[in-house]
């Protein structure tokens, strides 16, 4: 094992279950770049049973990598219950003496959970981080978990993140956020440490667009649009408006919903949905292999946000994937979009919350001549706004590393 030792722990899938998973696996990248060998604990739903810690398998353990899993909580009581769960993470955290850093995404249960295991790590020396990569709106059916959530997330956010040493945040928004309390701070993007393709991809006149996520719980109806994160309902709505002015040399494929969910979330916009017939495909949750084939096959991702802080707060891991893997993104200019983004080379950027230019920009793409997408996707490829080696100095630097 490598002398030097870097922790990751908190509420993800590690290194692709979810986009918190794909975000911690690009900053192991940097680590193990670096020379560190990172020891994870994530947190997954499947394969953990009681509140014993299970180390993983060689496919996600490595000479680089060893990686352990903490039960997902089954019921809102799990969420509290955390004294075993922090007494066998702290026993596991002791097999490592050599470490020199301990990184938090979030908390594998409530916040207040890793509050003994920040004070353990300072005990020892022990430099403690946290990612910080959002701050999100709670919204649930149930109003009691809503105000639980919201108190925790506050707690999180608000509170606890100011406490550590350092901060990696996601957007220059966080980073001003923790500007007066955390001195030693980075920001960087999503960086993916796979997935990177390196062809152009497909190009011919019909225009593959595509959208990934779910910006909505599935067991509930949206009763307020302007709440949701990806504008998924606009590109449909947009898309329609288009079709019916005779512009119609597209197919949008959705990935994460199935058509039955969205019309059931989102009512109003099912006119919309069957007068687009096969210009549209729903095609529900599929694996992350299987995906990243479906987005090398397509031309273009769209992400329509609102300027909100929801958006502004965080940077879309879709949109660091679509360029990594060489495919441009047509994007509402919301948070860092432009600081990574460059206008008609990687990206069609719009102004959020303007239907006019993204109805303008949606349909350029679809218009768009072989010609000029190719040159588009071959500048995704030579982008490496989004690779963990882009990072590997600033990093160095922020760790100080010797």
């Known amino acids: 094992m490598k002398s030097k030792v870097i922790f990751y722990i908190g509420n993800f899938h590690y290194p692709n279950g979810n986009a918190a998973g794909k975000r911690v696996a690009g900053i192991t990248k940097i680590f193990a770049l670096l020379g560190y060998h990172i020891v994870i604990f994530d947190t997954r739903r499947e394969d953990c049973s009681g509140y014993n810690l299970i180390e993983l398998d060689a496919k996600n353990s490595n000479e680089t990598v060893t990686c352990y899993s903490m039960p997902y909580p089954k019921s809102l009581a799990d969420w509290f219950r955390t004294s075993r769960l922090q007494t066998e993470l702290i026993r596991k955290i002791d097999e490592y003496p050599k470490a020199e850093a301990a990184v938090f995404y979030g908390s594998p249960r409530i916040s207040t ?207 660091a994937e679509s360029i990594i893997n060489g495919i441009p993104v047509i994007v509402s200019d919301v948070g860092d979009v432009n600081l990574y983004l460059i206008n008609k080379k990687t990206a069609l950027i719009s102004k959020p919350s303007d239907s006019i230019t993204q109805i303008e920009t949606l349909k350029e793409a679809i218009l768009m001549d072989e010609g000029k997408l190719t040159v588009m996707k071959m500048e995704c490829l030579k982008d490496n706004s989004f690779r963990p080696e882009n990072y590997v100095d600033e990093m160095k630097v922020f760790l100080g590393y010797k």
């Not at 949701?228 to 994460?256: A, H």
């Open 113 to 319: 959970f890793s509050l003994p295991v920040i004070s353990h790590f300072k005990r020892n020396q022990v430099c403690v981080v946290c990612d910080v990569v959002d701050w999100l709106t709670v919204k649930t059916k149930n109003p009691v978990r809503d105000i639980v959530k919201k108190s925790d997330d506050y707690y999180q956010k608000a509170i606890l993140n100011k406490k550590f040493d350092k901060s990696i945040c996601i957007s220059s928004y966080l980073d001003r956020l923790y500007s007066s309390d955390i001195s030693n701070r980075v920001v960087i993007p999503p960086v993916l440490a796979d997935n990177i393709s390196s062809s152009k991809g497909r190009v011919d006149e019909v225009k593959r667009l595509f959208y990934a996520g779910n910006p909505f719980r599935n067991d509930m109806k949206v009763n307020d649009v302007n709440a949701m994160k990806d504008r998924v309902d606009l590109t449909i709505k947009y898309l329609y408006q288009l079709k019916k002015e005779g512009c119609d040399n597209f197919i949008f494929d959705v990935y994460g919903l199935t058509v039955t969910e969205i019309k059931s979330s989102l009512p109003y916009i099912s006119a919309y949905i069957d007068y687009l017939g096969d210009n549209i495909r729903f095609n529900g949750a599929v694996c992350n292999d299987l995906l990243v084939t479906k987005l090398r096959d397509s031309d273009f991702t769209i992400l329509f946000r609102d300027e909100k802080r929801d958006s502004v707060a965080g940077f879309p891991s879709k949109v």
